[in-house]
Nanobody, 119 residues
Framework: QVQLVESGGGLVQAGGSLRLSCAAS?????????MGWFRQAPGKEREFVAR????????YYANSVRGRFTISRDNAKNTVYLQMNSLKPEDTAVYYC???????????WGQGTQVTVSS
């Protein structure tokens, strides 16, 4: 079992940056999971943002954020990060951390952190 807690969200102007953190806890081995970020805007379905492999050597991004966002992980700290640069109002959403045993499986979700980008 894994518990995920996001932090780092807030209000930022367009063009600004934020770094989200996701701290994992529990008896499960953090390093054995693919980690990812999803987001959900009001009235829209949750969408994939980025994911990272067990060792951090492989990453994948949604086209909408590629080149602006960077996902990373520190297995020693049981933490995954999402560095968000050049933020746009369209990035406004609740951002959720997720853990999965494969790229096709999401087993755990965090509670989410709000990111609001003003025009």
């Amino acid at each position: 079992q894994v518990q995920l807690v996001e932090s780092g969200g807030g209000l930022v102007q367009a063009g600004g940056s934020l770094r989200l953190s996701c701290a994992a806890s529990g008896r499960s081995t953090f390093s054995r999971y693919f980690m990812g970020w999803f987001r959900q805007a009001p009235g829209k379905e949750r969408e994939f943002v980025a994911r990272i492999s067990w060792t951090g050597g492989s990453t994948y991004y949604a086209n909408s954020v590629r080149g602006r966002f960077t996902i990373s992980r520190d297995n020693a700290k049981n933490t995954v990060y999402l560095q968000m640069n050049s933020l746009k109002p369209e990035d406004t959403a609740v951002y959720y951390c997720a853990a999965g045993s494969s790229t096709a499986t999401t087993d755990y979700w965090g509670q989410g952190t709000q990111v609001t980008v003003s025009s």
